[in-house]
């Protein structure tokens, strides 16, 4: 069985950090491409950033570029994102998504397996 | 960014009823386009792949359609567990999503 298990939200002040993990687990974590999808209280979905499947391409929405950086470890089967220079707007619920596979093609941003989330606040 | 408009933003429905809501994107996207159920509380879970593939596990009753700018879900008849919001994402360009429906008992 597919699971995404993420941690490490929580209160934090404008300009704090914050890093938040998600732990993979019942599939091959290496072969899929991994993002974060948030959505703040009350309101939609944003994506926020997705990962290759080796690490070594990445890509951001332009509110998080230069702030937040998305990484993972495919040994330990973890994905993280890095949050710095928090804003009250990065409020939210941030999810972990897997990019859905099919045979041999992936599909970055067609997100098929979803954690139950964490919420970060910023506030003071 | 590509916008994503979804319409109606609610909508309340009868058990049985049939469903449209209807997503306009401010550009070509071909058929990059995907639908997510979410229920409160809940993340979200996608039903609808390429603008008309049904995801594995998901109802026959829900169907997509649609290429280009406008896009279409049908639940072809309503059930209860099917009251939820629901979102389009285009997935031609960094992804972006509607600004979701939800659908109530009527």
């Known amino acids: 069985e597919v699971q995404l298990v993420e941690s490490g939200g929580g209160l934090v002040q404008p300009g704090g950090s914050l890093r938040l993990s998600c732990a993979a687990s019942?599939?091959?974590?290496?072969?899929?491409?991994m993002s974060w999808v948030r959505q703040a209280p009350g309101k939609g979905l944003e994506w926020v950033a997705y990962?290759?499947?080796?690490?070594?391409?990445?890509y951001y929405v332009d509110s998080v570029k230069g702030r937040f950086t998305i990484s993972r470890d495919n040994a330990k089967n973890s994905l993280s994102l890095q949050m710095n220079s928090l804003r009250a707007e990065d409020t939210a619920v941030y999810y972990c998504?897997?990019?859905?596979?099919?045979?041999?093609?992936?599909?970055?941003?067609?997100?098929?397996?979803w954690g139950q989330g964490t919420l970060v606040t910023v506030s003071s | 960014d590509i916008q994503m408009t979804q319409s109606p933003s609610s909508l309340s429905a009868s058990v049985g009823d049939r469903v449209t809501i209807t997503c306009r994107a401010s550009?070509?996207?071909?058929?990059?386009l995907n639908w997510y159920q979410q229920k409160p509380g809940k993340a979200p879970k996608l039903l609808i792949f390429?603008?008309?593939s049904l995801q594995s596990g998901v109802p026959s009753r829900f169907s997509g359609s649609g290429s280009g700018t406008d896009f279409t879900l049908t639940i072809s008849s309503l059930q209860p567990e099917d009251f939820a919001t629901y979102f389009c994402?285009?997935?031609?360009?960094?992804?972006?999503f509607g600004g979701g429906t939800t659908v109530e008992i009527k």
């Open positions: 550009q070509s996207i071909s058929s990059y």
């Open positions: 998504a897997r990019g859905y596979c099919s045979g041999t093609s992936c599909y970055r941003a067609t997100f098929d397996y």
């Open positions: 019942g599939f091959t974590f290496s072969t899929y491409w």
């Open positions: 994402q285009q997935t031609y360009s960094a992804p972006t």
């Open positions: 390429a603008a008309s």
């Open positions: 990962i290759k499947q080796d690490g070594s391409e990445k």
